[in-house]
T-cell receptor, first 116, second 112 residues
Framework: DGGITQSPKYLFRKEGQNVTLSCEQNLNHDAMYWYRQDPGQGLRLIYY???????QKGDIAEGYSVSREKKESFPLTVTSAQKNPTAFYLCASSMRLAGDRTGELFFGEGSRLTVL | QQQVKQSPQSLIVQKGGISIINCAYENTAFDYFPWYQQFPGKGPALLIAIRPDVSEKKEGRFTISFNKSAKQFSLHIMDSQPGDSATYFC???????????FGKGTRLSVIA
């Protein structure tokens, strides 16, 4: 089945530890994204990538890092510099950057990170 | 800076009623306006989308109404069903140039 796979689904970490969330897609999409979802805050863009070895900061990139070494993979690292990392993280991909059907976002099922 | 403002934050509708969610945008260059639907514990999925060259788009019980001069668009769900209970996000973008900008979401509950 084609889709987006995020892992782990749930993750607990101690404060001050870095954590990496995995995102893999087999849709052959060029663009990939990371969003953070908090209650009442909607979907806020952390980073996005339109092509391998290139990525751009979104609205809330501080305290996060990404890499895009392969087309299929776009891991997100939540660093200790992120002041409030507890949240639901969503990865998405699209054939092209947003706009009409080629820009339709396909989301994974999310990773819920809790920092204790 | 919030470029897409969505209201209400939550909505309770009786089964069979009409659910209406509104969005307003600021950037007049935006040319693509999708709505995404998210069920609890899942990622959002595209529901319906519109471009500003039409004022309305209908797909089944879901309709987008678009008012270019007012810079507003809305989602209407006719004959709302309990299975429509979800969070709905409006979004906007300038095609091919920027990622989608999302509203803050509306949590819809349809009660029997």
């Amino acid at each position: 089945d084609g889709g987006i796979t995020q892992s782990p689904k749930y993750l607990f970490r101690k404060e001050g530890q870095n954590v990496t969330l995995s995102c893999e897609q087999n849709l052959n999409h060029d663009a990939m994204y990371w969003y953070r979802q908090d209650p009442g805050q909607g979907l806020r863009l952390i980073y996005y990538s339109q092509i391998v070895n290139d990525f751009q900061k979104g609205d809330i990139a501080e305290g996060y890092s990404v890499s895009r070494e392969k087309k299929e993979s776009f891991p997100l690292t939540v660093t200790s510099a992120q002041k409030n990392p507890t949240a639901f993280y969503l990865c998405a991909s699209s054939m092209r950057l947003a706009g009409d059907r080629t820009g339709e976002l396909f989301f994974g099922e999310g990773s819920r990170l809790t920092v204790l | 800076q919030q470029q897409v403002k969505q209201s209400p934050q939550s909505l309770i509708v009786q089964k069979g009623g009409i659910s209406i969610i509104n969005c307003a945008y600021e950037n007049t260059a935006f040319d693509y306006f999708p709505w995404y639907q998210q069920f609890p514990g899942k990622g959002p999925a595209l529901l319906i989308a519109i471009r500003p060259d039409v004022s309305e788009k209908k797909e089944g019980r879901f309709t987008i109404s678009f008012n270019k001069s007012a810079k507003q668009f809305s989602l209407h769900i006719m004959d709302s069903q309990p299975g429509d209970s979800a969070t709905y996000f409006c979004a906007a973008t300038l095609s091919g140039n920027t990622p989608l900008v999302f509203g803050k979401g509306t949590r819809l509950s349809v009660i029997a």
